[in-house]
C-alpha cells in the first residue's frame, strides 16, 4: 500500500487526506498544533466544491449540515441592491447552490471522514527531502511515496522547493469576522460595498448570522476594540447591519490582514511534494473561493497521486492562477474610496445587471461550473446530488 503524509490539519490537508485514502492510500496528517482550533467563524461551499465533496460521499452531508445561501447579491451601503442572484437559478445553472456552514463543522465532518487515528497532533515538520520522500519531524524522520504539503500561506515547505519565490503579498485591507445571534431579525445573505468598505452577511445554522467586513489599512495596524471599530465605520449602514453589530459580543470578533499569493508559483509540485490550498495559492477571499480550490485541489491530487505529479500541477495551476487574479481584481474593486469613482462603479453594475440579469452567475461559470477529474469508466456518471433541508 503506497504511503502519504500529508503537512497541516486544514480543509485542503484533510480532504486531500480523506481522498487518497478512499484511493487505497495509508495516510497520516501530521499537525504540529496540539488541539484543531480553526481560525475564522463561517465560510461558503460552492458549488464546484461541492461537487468535489460528493466523489468522497460528502457533499450530501454537509449540504445537510449548512444552509442554503438564497438570495445574495451585492448592496451599496444604504441597501439598494446592485446585483443578485437565487438558490435556484443557481442550482439551474450549475446542479447545485453555495451553502454556508461553520468551519468548525466542517472540520469535524473532515476529521470524521479521515479518521482521528489518522491525524497525528502536535507534530511539528522542521523539513522535507523531496526527492527521497522524507518528513522530518522533532520525532524523526518519516518516509513516504508522497508528501502533500498543506501547510498554509507561510508555508516552510514552499519556501523550502521554491526558495525564490518571494511568498505573500499584502493585498491592502484588513478583514474584521464574528458570529452572532440572529435573534428576531430578517437576515438576507448580502454583501455592501461603500467607499473602500465592505460589510458581508450570511445566515449559518442554528440561527447564527455569519458576518465580515474590510476596511483599506497599512499592514500591521494596530485597532483597540475591534467591536468598536466596525460600529465606528458600519453603524450607520442599512439594516440588519446596525442591529447586528448591537448584538454582538466583542469577543467573538477577530481581525486579521489579508496575504494572498501575488506570483504565481512555477509548479504545485517538486520531486514526491505536492502543495495544496494556501500553500500553493493563497487568494484574497473575496469570490470566496479560498476553502472551495484546496477541495478542489485535494481530490484532483488524488486523482492524480498514482503517476506524474506534473499532471496535478498542470490541471490545477492555470486555473488557480485565474481564481487568484480574479479575487485579487474583485478586492482592488473594493477598495476604491474616491467618491466619483465609487458612483461611477456602483452606476456600472447597476446598469450591466440591467442589462443581463444573470450576470452575477454567468460571470462566474468558469469557476462555479468546474467538475472533479473521473476516470474513463465513470464518464458521464453523476452524483446524486442530496438536498439541503436545514432552514
Same mark, same amino acid.
Given at each position: 500500500?503506497?504511503?502519504?503524509?500529508?503537512?497541516?490539519?486544514? *480543509?485542503?490537508? @484533510?480532504?486531500?487526506? +480523506?481522498?487518497?485514502?478512499?484511493?487505497?492510500?495509508?495516510?497520516?496528517?501530521?499537525?504540529?498544533?496540539? !488541539?484543531?482550533?480553526?481560525?475564522?467563524?463561517?465560510?461558503? +461551499?460552492?458549488?464546484?466544491? /461541492? !461537487?468535489?465533496?460528493?466523489?468522497?460521499? /460528502?457533499?450530501?452531508?454537509?449540504?445537510?449540515?449548512?444552509?442554503?445561501?438564497?438570495? $445574495?447579491?451585492?448592496?451599496?451601503?444604504?441597501?439598494?441592491?446592485?446585483?443578485?442572484?437565487?438558490?435556484?437559478?443557481?442550482?439551474?445553472?450549475?446542479?447545485?447552490? $453555495?451553502? *454556508?456552514?461553520?468551519?468548525?463543522?466542517?472540520?469535524?465532518?473532515?476529521?470524521?471522514?479521515?479518521?482521528?487515528?489518522?491525524?497525528?497532533?502536535?507534530?511539528?515538520?522542521?523539513?522535507?527531502?523531496?526527492?527521497?520522500?522524507?518528513?522530518?519531524?522533532?520525532?524523526?524522520?518519516?518516509?513516504?511515496?508522497?508528501?502533500?504539503?498543506?501547510?498554509?500561506?507561510?508555508?516552510?515547505?514552499?519556501? $523550502?522547493?521554491?526558495?525564490?519565490?518571494?511568498?505573500?503579498?499584502?493585498?491592502?485591507?484588513?478583514?474584521?469576522?464574528?458570529?452572532?445571534?440572529?435573534?428576531?431579525?430578517?437576515?438576507?445573505?448580502?454583501?455592501?460595498?461603500?467607499?473602500?468598505?465592505?460589510?458581508?452577511?450570511?445566515? /449559518? $445554522?442554528?440561527?447564527?448570522?455569519?458576518?465580515?467586513?474590510?476596511?483599506?489599512?497599512?499592514? =500591521?495596524?494596530?485597532?483597540?476594540?475591534?467591536?468598536?471599530?466596525?460600529?465606528?465605520?458600519? =453603524?450607520?449602514?442599512?439594516?440588519?447591519?446596525?442591529?447586528?453589530?448591537?448584538?454582538?459580543?466583542?469577543?467573538?470578533? +477577530?481581525?486579521?490582514?489579508?496575504?494572498?499569493?501575488?506570483?504565481?508559483?512555477?509548479?504545485?509540485? !517538486?520531486? !514526491?511534494?505536492? @502543495?495544496?490550498?494556501?500553500?500553493?495559492?493563497?487568494?484574497?477571499?473575496?469570490?470566496?473561493?479560498?476553502?472551495?480550490?484546496?477541495?478542489?485541489?485535494?481530490?484532483?491530487?488524488?486523482?492524480?497521486?498514482?503517476?506524474? @505529479?506534473?499532471?496535478?500541477?498542470?490541471?490545477?495551476?492555470?486555473?488557480?492562477?485565474?481564481?487568484?487574479?480574479?479575487?485579487?481584481?474583485?478586492?482592488?474593486?473594493?477598495? *476604491?474610496?474616491?467618491?466619483?469613482?465609487?458612483? @461611477?462603479?456602483?452606476?456600472?453594475?447597476?446598469?450591466?445587471?440591467?442589462?443581463?440579469?444573470?450576470?452575477?452567475?454567468?460571470?462566474?461559470?468558469?469557476?462555479?461550473?468546474?467538475?472533479?477529474?473521473?476516470?474513463?469508466?465513470?464518464?458521464?456518471?453523476?452524483?446524486?446530488?442530496?438536498?439541503?433541508?436545514?432552514?
Amino acid at each position: 500500500m503506497p504511503r502519504a503524509l500529508v503537512i497541516g490539519g486544514g *480543509i485542503g490537508g @484533510l480532504t486531500s487526506g +480523506i481522498a487518497l485514502r478512499r484511493k487505497g492510500w495509508d495516510v497520516t496528517v501530521l499537525e504540529r498544533a496540539a !488541539k484543531i482550533d480553526p481560525v475564522g467563524s463561517g465560510l461558503a +461551499i460552492a458549488a464546484n466544491a /461541492l !461537487k468535489a465533496l460528493d466523489t468522497v460521499d /460528502l457533499g450530501d452531508l454537509i449540504r445537510r449540515l449548512s444552509r442554503l445561501q438564497g438570495q $445574495a447579491g451585492l448592496r451599496r451601503q444604504d441597501g439598494r441592491w446592485l446585483l443578485h442572484t437565487t438558490t435556484q437559478n443557481a442550482e439551474a445553472r450549475y446542479g447545485d447552490s $453555495a451553502v *454556508i456552514m461553520l468551519r468548525a463543522t466542517l472540520m469535524d465532518v473532515l476529521i470524521g471522514a479521515l479518521g482521528a487515528d489518522r491525524l497525528r497532533l502536535g507534530t511539528t515538520v522542521s523539513g522535507v527531502d523531496a526527492a527521497r520522500g522524507v518528513v522530518r519531524t522533532g520525532d524523526g524522520d518519516l518516509e513516504a511515496d508522497l508528501i502533500v504539503a498543506a501547510d498554509g500561506i507561510h508555508s516552510k515547505t514552499r519556501q $523550502a522547493l521554491f526558495p525564490e519565490h518571494p511568498g505573500p503579498a499584502y493585498s491592502g485591507v484588513t478583514a474584521w469576522r464574528g458570529l452572532i445571534p440572529r435573534g428576531d431579525l430578517n437576515i438576507q445573505s448580502s454583501e455592501s460595498w461603500g467607499k473602500g468598505l465592505v460589510f458581508g452577511i450570511s445566515l /449559518l $445554522a442554528d440561527d447564527l448570522v455569519y458576518v465580515y467586513a474590510t476596511d483599506v489599512l497599512p499592514a =500591521g495596524t494596530a485597532l483597540g476594540n475591534e467591536l468598536e471599530e466596525l460600529v465606528r465605520r458600519f =453603524g450607520d449602514w442599512h439594516e440588519p447591519i446596525p442591529a447586528l453589530l448591537r448584538a454582538a459580543d466583542p469577543a467573538k470578533i +477577530i481581525r486579521n490582514d489579508i496575504h494572498h499569493l501575488s506570483t504565481p508559483l512555477p509548479a504545485y509540485h !517538486k520531486g !514526491k511534494v505536492a @502543495l495544496v490550498g494556501d500553500a500553493a495559492h493563497a487568494m484574497p477571499p473575496n469570490l470566496g473561493q479560498g476553502a472551495c480550490q484546496a477541495i478542489e485541489d485535494a481530490i484532483t491530487l488524488a486523482y492524480f497521486a498514482d503517476g506524474d @505529479l506534473a499532471a496535478y500541477t498542470a490541471a490545477r495551476l492555470q486555473r488557480t492562477t485565474k481564481v487568484v487574479r480574479r479575487s485579487m481584481s474583485m478586492s482592488r474593486m473594493t477598495q *476604491i474610496r474616491n467618491p466619483v469613482a465609487v458612483w @461611477l462603479r456602483d452606476t456600472a453594475l447597476s446598469l450591466a445587471t440591467r442589462l443581463n440579469p444573470n450576470l452575477m452567475l454567468r460571470s462566474m461559470d468558469d469557476v462555479l461550473g468546474w467538475r472533479p477529474p473521473r476516470s474513463p469508466a465513470s464518464h458521464g456518471a453523476e452524483h446524486p446530488r442530496g438536498r439541503q433541508t436545514t432552514g
